[in-house]
């Protein structure tokens, strides 16, 4: 084939054009091997390029199965095209359901479906929906995996399919929620530290380098169900997101991802808000991307409203990753004082700890203000919230045997002082009390009338009762 009948070929901009295109060619014999696979790569790239023109799917960002299912609907089209008819079924299932659960539906027939007899008889076996669902069996449900096996001729070990159900994608999305609720229900409703390796293994997906994509699908499904329901995203909470996770994509503005992270593991969840992302997935495309192209183009300010309410530097998390450009600079991290005072509360309650809607919380809140402001440290009243104050008790958990004596962990974030702090006072409660009662004789006696941050002294360290106790006991010469 010469270069000027492939650069036609490649320039051809319509299926009616290309089929009047094939059949001079053909009238002038030269149909060879070689202008007819030509002419089929440019059917493939007019389905391609419809697909994602009427589905919004897309086509560069698929999974294995997902690719090859493109390719079907590519060949499928562009032969449908040059019969002069147009595959609005086909595209209208993929819009509304996502590629995979398309072909769950499509396979799992009494009878192949047209698609299936138009690419046999083109000699595209091999591109049907039937053959992708055997050779990517980890992307479907038994049920299609049997029919499948059916159609192409192939035995069955059961003489019956097996029961209806969802698409691997809704079961592996069910079994996800129901673990990370799990997870908070053992850690009264915070999710502990967990990578995305973990989390695959709970979906039977224990190769990421095989199923990172699948996974990661899944895991944009449940965020977008977390958007819908006005929650922080659940895939925030894992160590570290997807690395194409929370792209810019020509926006102008960006995911505050250290604040989505934040709030993700911040939040106290409950049973009833997993119980409610579930619901929303299950009404949701196999293909996260789907939903979020529409979303953005959409409701582009709703999604960004959502995003960015994160951006709030009482959710940053301690030692995590600087805030975004723009963002409000974030609170130092916990002074011994303040953690003596939140062990103090910790160990009076250990066994039944007060909420963050507690007067108990409340009032160490309201005083790690005051405190913070004596020691030069707190610029606004919110400087230690009552979230705040709670999560810094659940980190000692981690370190309280009677608490990880069954096999909880605790909270495994935080400061590395909290541990020091643990050893320190945890054994010795008498000493404990006198301390904390000091610092706030000491802070509210210096309320008003000084300032007892001090200079940055190198030379001078603060002893192991804190840096108010240190400065205090400067002060007064002892």
Not at 363 to 379: C, I, T
Not at 423 to 431: A, G, K, M, N, V
Not at 448 to 455: K, R, S, T
Request: aromatic share 8%.
């Amino acid at each position: 084939m010469d270069d000027r009948l492939k650069q036609r070929i490649e320039r051809t901009s319509s299926w009616e054009d290309l089929r009047q295109l094939e059949s001079n060619i053909e009238q002038r014999g030269g149909l060879s091997e070689q202008v007819v696979k030509a002419i089929q790569d440019r059917a493939t790239e007019l389905g391609l390029a419809l697909i994602a023109e009427k589905t919004g799917i897309d086509v560069d960002d698929l999974t294995p199965a997902e690719r090859k299912i493109v390719q079907a609907i590519g060949e499928y089209v562009g032969i449908m095209r040059k019969q002069g008819r147009y595959p609005g079924r086909t595209l209208g299932q993929v819009r509304n359901r996502g590629l995979i659960d398309a072909a769950e539906d499509a396979v799992c027939r009494a009878t192949p479906t047209q698609g299936f007899q138009v690419l046999a008889e083109a000699d595209l076996e091999d591109l049907s929906y039937e053959r992708i669902v055997l050779d990517h069996q980890d992307e479907f449900s038994a049920r299609a995996i049997w029919f499948s096996r059916r159609t192409l001729g192939l035995e069955n070990p059961m003489e019956k399919p097996p029961a209806a159900t969802h698409s691997d994608v809704q079961s592996r999305t069910s079994a996800l929620l129901l673990w990370l609720k799990d997870q908070a229900a053992e850690n009264d409703g915070y999710l502990p530290s967990f990578t995305n390796a973990e989390a695959a293994q709970i979906m039977s997906m224990g190769d990421m380098q095989r199923y990172g994509q699948v996974h990661g699908n899944i895991q944009s499904r449940i965020d977008f169900a977390c958007y819908l329901c006005d929650l922080p995203p659940l895939g925030c909470a894992a160590d570290a997101p997807f690395s194409r996770a929370w792209a810019q994509q020509g926006r102008d503005w960006e995911y505050h991802v250290t604040g989505m992270q934040a709030a993700a593991r911040g939040r106290q969840w409950s049973s009833t808000e997993f119980d409610q992302i579930l619901r929303e997935t299950e009404r949701l495309p196999g293909q996260a991307h789907i939903s979020w192209k529409s979303a953005l183009a959409d409701a582009e300010q709703r999604v960004k409203a959502w995003a960015l309410k994160f951006a709030d530097e009482r959710l940053l998390p301690e030692g995590g990753d600087a805030p975004a450009a723009g963002s409000p600079k974030r609170n130092p991290t916990w002074t011994r004082d303040e953690l003596i005072l939140a062990l103090h509360l910790y160990l009076k309650h250990r066994d039944h700890i007060p909420g963050t809607d507690s007067a108990e919380v409340a009032d160490l809140s309201n005083f790690l203000n005051k405190m913070g402001r004596v020691l030069g440290l707190a610029e606004a009243d919110t400087y230690r919230n009552a979230n705040g104050v709670y999560m810094k008790m659940m980190n000692f958990r981690r370190f309280d045997p009677q608490y990880t004596k069954d096999g909880k962990t605790g909270l495994t974030r935080g400061n590395k002082d909290e541990e020091v702090v643990w050893i320190e006072f945890s054994q010795d409660l008498d000493r404990l009390d006198w301390v904390c009662a000091a610092i706030r004789k000491a802070v509210d006696e210096h309320a008003e009338d000084h300032d007892l941050g001090g200079p940055e002294e190198p030379e001078i360290c603060d002893a192991a009762e804190g840096r108010v106790l240190t400065q205090y006991c400067s002060d007064c010469g002892i």
